[in-house]
């Protein structure tokens, strides 16, 4: 493996300088995407080439295009060859699927999506179309795979995103499967946000000289996020919430560590007459998505999450990050609080801890290499009055009470996601490898 290498990129660099087809840089400037940054600039020379290489930078740096350009201009000049993308969450897995095909459309490709909570019979009938492209989680993949309906002897191009939140949630025995059903020659690309152990004995055995770059240490955080303390005893906190949301206008996420709390908090959020909704877990994906999809279009202003949605939201101009407790694992404070100040814009992030959480806080400080401004509590006014409870329909909780619920990931289950099918151009309902043959001949004839 070779050395880790610090990127400093010369200023004003265009995606024309890094060995882009001049049809994907026509599709690039048409999306508004002039200007590309470090991780893009690092990572597509050496992924246009073939190479394997493993890339570590900081989440909302860009490494879903880093990944997604070379994919697409490698694919295009390889007869009948797949690519597939893993990812730990659903919502990921729909934001790379979009963004793929934001670029991708006007070659005629088709992909697949591959994820829980999604009808198996829409993914079954989307995989016998032969898509260029399979985009999924670990579980479903691997289902898939048992189910012999999914066969990667063709996949030219792997890659793993967020290959440490994989780890995370215990994904390490499915990755190895994927990796072992992947028989052809092939590149891999693994994308992370830190470098755990478990990365280095999967490129080891699995990846061919990767290319190892690393924009940012691990931990490293947005130079535009600001971060803020307040050591609150834990029935002062939905009151510290109330005047903090009276403070900041703009949209608010905020971070729960289990599912129970984060509907308790939502709940009491509603209460304060704000517009909130909560996505976890617990939650179908067809109400997570209505739950995303609120948020990012300002119906709600207010997310509450567990660390489900740490890496799976992607979403504009988020305010405030507040972590209404702390992470059990600090390097999920860094992921929690990087989905505010994304893209050059500024950012605030503000954590409650208990009195006795000192020794989770040096953790956290340990590793983001900061000490961690603690403030002093305003007026929350007299503890023992009541705050304002929600007094509206408890709809949220209903599909939880039911005893025996249907397996979400079963071929007769409901679902309101996206359809796992995907097509654009006239030969995108071709099946068989004439679909490969009409994504190639748009590419090179665009």
Known sequence: MKELSTVKTKENISFSELGISPRILEVLERLNFLIPTPIQVKAIPIAIEGKDLIGIAQTGTGKTLAFGVPMLQRLAFMPAKKGIVVLPTRELALQVNDALQKIGRVFGLKTAVLIGGASMGEQINALRFNPHIIIGTPGRINDHLERRTLRLSEVAVLVLDEADRMLDMGFLPQIKKILESITAQHQTMLFSATMPDN????????????????????????????????????????????????????????????????????????????????????????????????????????????????????????????????????????????RTGRAGLSGKAISFAAPDQKNKVREIERLIRTQLKVSKLPDLGPIGEPMPMYAGPRKEFSSHTKPFRKFQGHSNGKSAAKPAYHSYGSGGRQAGKKSHGSFRKKFNSF
Request: hydrophobic content about 35%; overall charge positive.
């Open 199 to 338: 990365i280095l004995l999967i490129a080891k055995k699995y990846m061919k000289q990767p290319v190892h770059i690393e924009i940012s240490r691990s931990g490293t955080l947005a130079d535009t996020v600001e971060q803020e303390l307040f050591i609150v005893r834990r029935e002062q906190r939905t009151r510290l919430l109330n005047v903090l949301f009276s403070q900041y206008k703009g949209s608010v996420l905020v971070f729960s560590r289990t599912k129970h709390g984060a509907s308790k908090i939502c709940q009491a959020i509603k209460g304060m007459n704000h517009s909130a909704s909560e996505i976890h877990s617990r939650k179908s994906l067809s109400e997570r998505r209505r739950a995303l999809d609120g948020f990012r279009a300002g119906t709600y202003r207010i997310m509450v999450a567990t660390d489900i949605a740490s890496r799976g939201i992607d979403v504009k101009n988020i305010e405030l990050v507040i972590n209404y407790d702390l992470p059990d694992d600090p390097s999920d404070y860094v992921h929690r609080i990087g």
